[in-house]
């Protein structure tokens, strides 16, 4: 247990977009470890604040990390959780009482975004993400690609192997959005052919003209690449209209075509615990 408080780990990981769960105490009856308000948050690998210890502690934390690795699935749900503690029952504790639990589940960056290449226009395109709640995983297999650059929190800065790129993407979290945009063109196509051929790639844009890309579809069919998987590859990347060829404006384009690229969650019909469930778990009316 972490002996960094709850309000404190939460600005934290929030700042970092790493994943993690808040746990609120919303309510309670009878003799219980803590009163409504309590809060604790639990991350992958460490917990920060108490409910109160003990089984019924073990059991939220349990279900907290549950929540985290279904978000490592792919599971893209944000939908907070309730869940009834009857400490007695459920929880095998003494104290008898009853404890309602929500668990809202924060994924950690609303969007991953992996960048190949650290070029003039990948440097103006980066500092335009960071401020943003995502996370940029930064590539380029030059040694001194990143000497110059000042450390970001969810800025991550790789340097990749030429000869084991399949190898690079495995460790990509699942729903990135790719831009390629190496120094070189053979480098470019080796990519676009990776990233094809993975499964969690949601989007792939590549940078140039195109040409470049009419270049690059015939080897890439040859390679086992269909109609239908090459046209997931956006070739000349950045917002429709947007003109001016300077790497900062070439930036500020693709930095716009990426908010364009939201999640599927946004346009579900229903989010948030609905009331039934809220009556089902605590018991009480809610006014609609």
């Known amino acids: ?38 809060k604790m948050v639990v991350s992958a690998d460490a917990c920060h604040d108490t409910l109160g210890g003990g089984h019924f502690e073990y059991q939220a934390i349990a279900c907290a990390r549950e929540m985290l690795t279904a978000s490592a699935r792919g599971e893209q749900t944000t939908t907070p959780r309730l869940e009834a503690f009857p400490l007695g029952g459920r929880s095998g504790q003494c104290c008898g009482g009853h404890v309602s639990l929500l668990f809202e589940r924060f994924a950690g960056a609303e969007k991953h975004i992996a960048i190949f290449g650290a070029g003039h226009v ?6 335009l993400l960071a401020p943003l709640p995502w996370r940029v995983h930064w590539f380029d297999s030059r040694d001194d690609a990143f000497a110059a650059l000042a450390p970001s929190s969810r800025v991550d800065c790789h340097r990749l192997d030429e000869n084991a790129i399949a190898m690079a993407l495995e460790g990509l979290p699942h729903g990135v959005h790719a831009l390629v945009m190496s120094h070189d063109h053979a480098q470019d196509r080796r990519l676009v052919d990776a990233l094809l051929s993975h499964a969690g790639v949601a989007s792939i844009g590549l940078i140039g003209s195109q040409s470049k890309w009419a270049s690059f579809q015939r080897p890439l069919r040859e390679a086992g690449h269909d109609t239908t998987a090459l046209s997931r590859v956006r070739c000349p990347i950045g917002i429709p209209g947007a003109g001016g060829k300077r790497p900062y404006e070439i930036a500020l384009a693709i930095a716009a075509e990426l908010l364009t690229l939201d999640p599927a969650e946004a346009h579900a019909p229903q989010r948030g615990v609905m009331p039934a469930n809220w009556r089902h778990v605590t018991g009480q009316n809610v006014c609609l």
């Open 122 to 127: 990948a440097q103006a395109l980066v500092p």
């Open 1 to 38: 247990m972490s002996a960094e408080t709850w309000h404190s780990a939460l600005h934290r990981l929030q700042d970092e977009a790493a994943p993690h769960v808040l746990i609120s105490v919303v309510g309670a009856e009878g003799s219980t470890p803590r009163e409504p308000g309590a």
